[in-house]
């Protein structure tokens, strides 16, 4: 009897039905000599401080470094403790059940860096000895699920990768618990939150908003002059700009008295726009928050939900490349596509026999292949699912197209000593850019084109022009314009920034070294922004990321700091990646995060952090003793009491006037922007009743 664990029931159904594994039982399918059963995510974590006997924030206990760590299952916090969760447990039960007949074990938990972490933590947890073979897979086909169990590996093959999810799991854990407590003590017991990845991730959106606000907007001109040859229209814009209104009038007027300008310089470049490269999960999070509006943890939750339908293959990749091996599959991919009346248009344009090969690079491709989708055709699917799916397709389809090839003209005349520019594009072999028709048809000058991204390019076929033509202008005119502040991050930003912290290292060797390298991975990226939300130091406005009071102080606090240092993080991902590869130790890793963590905590613990003068409200229940106010919550201290109320309102946190007019008037100023549970924003009054609950109280009509 062989027991395989997925990391998730609807992989383990799959699995359990290809193998005809058919009996259902509590938490497992049993048959054909197999019993399938699964985790529920992550089953097993690390311990909290409290299970070395560490009891609330004690400076004397600070850093804490467990040696070993302890392994506990999956808990929950409830009123500032943390206690096991029920299911978690429960499962954890009914997996040593399924094992403990069995003579070995098949781990088919995500084939990833974290889908290691869940299976070694359970198989560690259950002080599991049992010989274990792993399925790695990119899909979960049919197809592919049973070339995975003909072809399983040796455990012992991804030792490396779990030393790496081991070792970034324990980095969390040190510099996490270390620095949130360090931090907490110094604000005087205020509970902020800070980790490894989340804090240089809340510096890029505090550091920005605060370039955003501080920027001071400038009024120019630029002068404007209108064409027309061989009947066609056209623009051309001044290369220089000016602050001072009266002297660019005047040489407005200069110029209309002129009446026409000569052309200096005429530049024809032909170039070839290779087609895009298939989607890693980063590249399709950014491109959904821009183009769909979805926030990069609804993108990954879209993404996980097709890959478990079977529609597309893995999601967390990091890769934007195929394997040579896959290659010979993608023709009769591309057929079952071009089933759907909706693909077929796009199709159409592909050359079959002749595909473009620019995907194909097995030194690329890491865990996983670029995103794909699979030759099972969906039905059934969500509007979101559907919009991701057919981003997916349209990708593969852009990729296996020709190059896009452009005839780039430049034009360059004088009007007395001014020099203006004019651009145009004119489309030679339309190639990948056809197959969902990415044109557009204005004129262009120089400026606008340099606002412009190359996937919204502006397309001008200019007239034939050459150097000492003389060109009349039609019509001249200002072009009043302001300096743009740098642009509050998007979630599409964001993730850019963090995929490319590396590049914004100051010292140029640094930046070279760690050029390719940015904060967390793909598979986390998102949870690092959810994680931000609901901690309440960001939050979405607009859709940009903006930092609450909240983020902000714990921005000005540590931004100096090494916890928030991105260039540390980053070279942090080159050790976990090499301790994968097996070129890095992974002690010696961690006795390198135990050095920066005493020194963070240290760091953390020497700041010196007015505590802010909080109002005296008595308590509404009992009236005997005066509220205590924190972060978190307000309430009060008399034992028999225990009055309390929660400062996170719906996503919304109550403000200090908000506290004492609910306590003085009974009934909060208006508040806007909460959030009930089905999504939907909603403003309201919060009242206090007479038996001191709150409830919502609506604006009247």
Not at 26 to 32: P, V
Not at 73 to 89: E, F, G, M
Not at 456 to 484: F, M, R, W
């Amino acid at each position: 009897m062989k027991a395989i664990i997925a990391e998730k029931p609807s992989v383990a159904r799959a699995i359990a039905k290809l193998l005809n594994a058919t009996e259902r039982r509590d938490g497992f399918f049993e048959g054909k000599g197999y019993c399938v059963t699964w985790a529920l995510g992550h089953l097993v974590a690390l311990g909290m401080p409290e299970d070395y006997g560490i009891r609330g924030f004690n400076q004397a206990s600070l850093p804490i470094f467990p040696n070993p760590f302890i392994l506990t299952p999956r808990t929950s916090k409830q009123s500032n403790v943390h206690k096991i969760d029920p299911s978690a447990l429960k499962q954890l039960k009914i997996i040593k059940k399924v094992i403990s007949p069995c003579d070995s074990i098949i781990a088919a938990t995500d084939a990833g860096r974290e889908g290691e972490l869940i299976f070694r933590y359970i198989y560690d947890y259950l002080k599991c000895k049992k010989p274990f073979e792993r399925l790695w897979i990119s899909s979960l086909t049919d197809k592919a699920i049973t070339e995975g169990f003909k072809n399983l590996k040796p455990g012992s093959d991804f030792d490396d990768l779990y030393k790496a999810a081991q070792a970034r799991s324990e980095a969390d854990w040190l510099v996490g618990i270390n620095a949130t407590q360090a931090l907490s003590i110094a604000a005087h017991n205020d509970v902020y939150s800070l980790g490894r990845v989340q804090t240089p991730t809340l510096a890029l959106i505090c550091k920005r908003f605060e370039e955003n606000n501080n920027f001071k907007k400038k009024k120019y001109w630029q002068i404007q002059l209108k064409h027309r040859k061989n009947y066609l229209d056209f623009t051309s814009l001044s290369d220089l700009h000016w602050e001072d209104q009266k002297q660019v009038e005047q040489i407005l007027k200069s110029i209309e008295r002129e009446g026409k300008g000569t052309i200096k310089e005429v530049s024809i470049q032909t170039i070839k726009e290779k087609s895009p490269l298939l989607f890693d999960l980063t590249e399709l999070q950014k491109e959904a928050n821009r183009k769909l509006g979805l926030t990069a943890d609804e993108v990954l939750q879209t993404a996980q939900s097709l890959y478990e339908k079977q529609f597309i293959s893995y999601p967390r990749t990091g890769s934007s490349y195929i394997p040579e091996d896959l290659w010979t599959e993608i023709p009769e991919l591309v057929r079952i596509l071009n089933l759907i009346d909706q693909f077929k248009p796009s199709i159409s344009f592909l050359k079959f026999g002749n595909f473009n090969k620019r995907i194909v690079n097995d030194i690329k491709v890491t865990d996983h292949h670029g995103l794909l989708p699979t030759t099972k055709i969906p039905s059934a699917l969500t509007v979101s699912e559907k919009a991701v799916y057919d981003m997916i397709v349209y990708r593969l389809l852009e990729s296996l197209s020709e190059h896009c090839s452009k005839q780039l003209t430049h034009i360059s005349l004088k009007v007395h000593h001014y020099e203006f520019g004019v651009r145009g594009t004119k489309i030679i072999t339309k190639g990948w850019r056809a197959i969902r028709g990415i044109m557009t048809n204005d004129s262009c000058s120089d400026a606008d084109l340099q606002n412009n991204p190359i996937n919204n390019e502006t397309l001008l076929d200019l007239p034939e022009l050459k150097i000492g033509d003389e060109l009349k202008i039609s019509n001249a005119a200002l072009k009043e314009k302001h300096s743009v502040a740098p642009k509050l991050y998007t979630e599409a930003d964001l993730l850019s920034a963090m995929e490319n912290a590396g590049r914004k290292i100051n010292d140029k060797d640094q930046q070279q070294a760690l050029r390719n390298i940015g904060i967390g991975t793909p598979a986390t990226r998102a949870s690092i922004i959810e994680t931000l939300l609901k901690r309440n130091y960001i939050i979405r406005k607009n859709k940009t990321l903006i930092p609450t009071d909240k983020g902000l102080k714990v921005y000005n606090l540590v931004k100096d700091k090494k916890i928030a240092n991105v260039q540390m993080t980053a070279e942090w991902e080159i050790a976990l990646s090499q301790i994968e590869k097996g070129e890095l130790n992974k002690d010696q890793f961690i006795d390198d995060i135990k050095t920066y963590t005493k020194e963070i905590t240290n760091e953390l613990l020497a700041l010196h952090i007015p505590q802010e003068k909080l109002p005296e409200i008595p308590c509404p229940q009992c009236q005997q003793q005066n509220l205590i106010i924190t972060d978190q919550v307000v309430k009060c201290p008399h034992e028999q009491c225990n009055w309390i109320l929660y400062r996170m309102v719906c996503g919304v946190q109550l403000r200090i006037n908000d506290i004492t007019a609910l306590i003085h008037h009974k009934k909060t100023p208006l508040i806007n922007n909460m959030k009930s549970k089905n999504g939907k924003r909603f403003n309201a009054f919060i009242v206090l009743k007479t038996d001191y609950s709150t409830a919502f109280e609506f604006q009247k009509a």
